[in-house]
């Protein structure tokens, strides 16, 4: 993993931060996979620290839980719950924990509702955030995310969906033609 848990942001990053909007205080989570922040929204009960734990045992790092400080599309965890995370059933822990992160990706978590298999064009010009609708409690959830940073660092190359694409590829190769 590039990135490196800390207190404290660098300096340059904490310059970068001074200089931004006023700061939003969100109920979301927050997690951060090689310098990827992804920001975990929906209402109480949708499954944002559920998925944020999975996501941290994936190998994501914790930015924050349940209270998260938004600026412009940096985001940091509220001070009084910096490093800790519910987990129901065992109870609130602490662990390592990232300072800040710039995040590049939103999911707002959905129960229940049907998610589109191709999304319409999901990426906020301004920031540059990528937006995705998921089921938290979805298997493959963390799959989605992880594939989704994968696009977004050009690892990976979207065809068509959120990233507004049109090439449309037919779900089989075409036969060929016999002469």
Not at 47 to 61: E, M
Not at 71 to 83: K, S, V
Request: glycine share 8%.
């Amino acid at each position: 993993m590039t990135q490196s848990i800390s207190q404290n942001p660098d300096p340059a990053h904490r310059l970068c931060m001074e200089d931004m909007a006023p700061v939003q205080s969100i109920h979301a989570s927050c997690a951060s996979w090689e310098g990827l922040g992804v920001i975990l929204t929906g209402p109480s009960g949708c499954g944002k620290s559920s998925l944020l734990l999975r996501l941290i045992d994936a190998g994501f790092a914790l930015v924050g839980d349940d209270q998260i400080l938004m600026e412009q599309e940096h985001a940091r965890p509220a001070p009084a719950l910096a490093g800790l995370i519910e987990i129901r059933g065992l109870g609130i822990v602490r662990i390592p924990h990232l300072s800040a992160t710039r995040v590049v990706l939103q999911i707002d978590l959905t129960r229940h509702a049907p998610v589109k298999r191709l999304p319409d064009y999901a990426i906020d010009p301004k920031t540059g955030i990528w937006h995705l609708t998921l089921d938290a409690f979805h298997a493959d959830a963390v799959a989605r995310i992880r594939s989704t940073l994968r696009c977004i660092r050009g690892e990976f190359t979207l065809l068509c969906g959120v990233n507004g694409g049109l090439e449309v590829l037919p779900p089989f190769p075409l036969k060929r033609e016999e002469s």
